[in-house]
């Protein structure tokens, strides 16, 4: 999910970038804003930095990593991408620079096709250069979708390749032996020497913002081991994996001995070496860092204060230059899955019963969020209010039994609501829920995972085992295209092995033409108008039901330097930006 993000009254204010002969600019970045010194002196090199976790890795394989926390981590430490964001708080956060590129790329042919060319001196981990070939070779295995599973559909949704009748592209990625598919792909993204061209099915004007992200990393061939690759590091970042990664424990990153930090004006990689420490419990976390103990003081965590625990925080100065509450463009939502709940009248009935102030409730209250009324973020151009039931934020059960019956079911209507209940809070969240259905006429059954779930709700063979489900997502860049077409793009989404980030199955050739015509509309306030039309259309249709914009208090060790709150990490401690210097005891 992106699957879930922060701080962004920036994101709203950096417009879609106008399409001219050259877009963007140098690759240098801005002076970095609002950094702080959280500990005696300057930010240094040295020491090992903790990160501290209950939420495991989905992936490390860059073409698969679709979280927003993975995300974030990912092009901060171990990959590169031909565009990115610099070390800065609010809105220079937002403002694109070039990473591995020479700048932020050059548009023609109306936004249709996009040229980059790399920088001299980029080197992998193994001290080779980085080449057009190994980015061309990153972006192809995104269409390998029964092998490279469960990652964005950027590549299928935007590049110039034609699909077949199911909506599938007819290039299926570099492992299979098909000339004809090899053809087409070679067609939409060539290489001149250390210049690739991306040309595009339509004009987007934002593409230069997609190619920042993972996806969009370059992947050398050589180290490529399929479906083995999942949690496989072959860095062109500062760091690079030392040994392996265990899922649900973690793993260390070191120093990339080939990264030239001259060729990186983004990531100041101060730590000597960064541990990844999985599977802790969010209250077990905040106490080691409210404590500050021995390697807990050179510790962030990307998991906020519980609320339970937020009181102990808000009285203890101590921690007043060491936390931060952060507004985050993340949205709860809920998905129906339409392979089940065919009928539109069943699916209003849940979203009026659905009490999104429960929700809020179980989630730290007001100053953990707010109930949504959009899957977009009041902070990015797009965002419009969608209350278009007219339902209360704690539900109407009167309306709900009233639309169940009108849909002539049998009440109570029975459904299956899958999640993770990794804490205390979702599980209060779940009981709210589950409460505020039944009492609009529904029978629930909770199934918690324990583990993810994402690997339940995107393969396409449990299709039948739930009704719904619950997710988060922030836009990727500014702008809602980051939101709607990953999510409600059957086209870029729906495929035999794996939905993608379409959770709820959602299928509408309306929308899907309604995205392209957006797509088409190069002027950011018109186009931005258009994505608010497709949002109010999907909450009519229940492809999904808002339940809450997230605001997050975030702790850090007191060894901590250079955290920023930066929207360019969601929020996230900037592991480009911060290092460790514990004082003496």
């Known amino acids: 999910m992106t ?5 962004i009254a920036a994101i709203a204010l950096g417009a879609v970038v106008a399409l001219t002969a050259g877009c ?5 970045a801005p002076t970095p804003a609002a950094i702080r010194v959280t500990s005696p002196g300057p930010a240094k090199a040295g020491g090992t930095l903790y990160y ?5 890795a989905d992936h490390l394989d860059p073409q698969r990593t679709s979280i927003a926390r993975d995300i974030s981590n990912e092009i901060r430490t171990v990959y590169r991408t031909l565009t990115s964001f610099p070390v800065a708080s609010g809105k220079a956060g937002t403002k694109l620079v070039a990473d591995l590129a020479t700048d932020t790329g050059t548009a023609s042919d109306g936004g249709k096709s996009w040229k980059l060319t790399l920088k001299d001196g980029v080197k992998w981990q193994d001290g080779s ?3 057009c070939a190994d980015l061309k070779y990153g972006v192809s295995r995104a269409f390998a979708t029964t092998v490279i599973t469960g990652g964005p559909g ?3 949704q935007f590049l110039d390749i034609p699909t077949d009748p199911k909506g599938g592209s007819l290039y299926k990625g570099p492992y299979s032996a098909d000339p004809a598919g090899q053809a087409l792909y070679d067609k939409a993204v060539t290489c001149d020497n250390k210049t690739i061209t991306f040309r595009l099915s339509k004009p987007v004007a934002d593409f230069n913002y997609v190619l920042s992200r993972p996806a969009f990393a370059p992947y050398k061939a050589d180290q490529d081991r399929g479906e083995k690759s999942n949690f496989t590091v072959f860095s062109s970042g500062p760091y690079q994996l030392q040994g392996g990664w265990t899922k649900g424990q973690g793993g260390t990153f070191v120093r990339n001995p080939n990264w030239d930090p001259s060729t990186d004006t983004i990531r100041k990689a101060f730590p000597d070496k960064i541990e990844f420490v999985e599977g802790l419990s969010d209250v077990a976390i905040a106490q080691r860092l409210v404590s500050n103990q021995l390697n807990d003081q050179s510790a962030v965590t990307d998991r906020a204060i519980p609320p339970e625990l937020r009181p102990n925080v808000d009285v203890n100065p101590a921690l007043s230059v060491r936390s931060e509450s952060v507004d985050s463009p993340y949205v709860d939502y809920l998905v129906p899955n339409f392979a089940r709940m065919t009928n539109p009248l069943v699916r209003q009935a849940l979203a009026v019963s659905t009490n999104k102030s429960g929700w809020v409730a179980a989630n730290g209250g007001p100053d953990a969020g707010r109930a ?5 973020s009041p902070m990015v151009p797009g965002y419009t209010p969608s209350n278009v039931f007219t339902a209360a934020a704690s539900g109407d059960p009167s309306r709900s039994r009233a639309l169940l019956a009108q849909a002539g ?6 459904i299956t609501y899958t999640y993770v209940g990794d804490s205390p809070a979702i599980a209060k969240s779940a009981a709210a829920l589950r409460a505020g259905w039944e009492a609009g006429g529904f029978s629930v059954t909770l199934n918690d995972q324990t583990d993810t779930n994402y690997d339940v709700v995107q393969n396409p063979a449990n299709a039948n085992k739930f009704d719904l489900t619950s997710a988060s997502w922030a836009a990727g860049w500014p702008s809602a295209s980051a939101v709607i077409p990953p999510l409600f793009d059957s086209r870029a989404n729906l495929s035999a092995a794996s939905n993608g980030s379409d959770y709820g199955r959602y299928q509408s050739q309306a929308v899907n033409k309604s995205i392209d015509a957006a797509y088409a509309t190069l002027d950011p306030a018109a186009q ?4 608010g039309d497709i949002d109010k259309a999907l909450a009519k249709d229940v492809a999904y039901v808002p339940l809450r914009t997230q605001r997050r208090l975030m702790v850090w060790g007191s060894g901590i330097t250079g955290w920023i709150n930066n929207p360019a990490v969601n929020g996230y401690p900037d592991l480009a930006s911060v290092g460790v210097n514990v004082p003496a005891n």
């Open 409 to 414: 079911v049998k009440v109570p209507y029975p």
């Open 372 to 376: 949504a009324q959009s899957i977009v």
């Open 129 to 131: 250069d980085i080449t």
């Open 3 to 7: 699957r879930t993000n922060p701080g």
């Open 52 to 56: 501290l976790t209950n939420q495991p």
């Open 24 to 28: 963007g600019g140098g690759g240098g």
């Open 528 to 531: 931005a108008q258009m994505w």
């Open 154 to 156: 950027y590549a299928p």
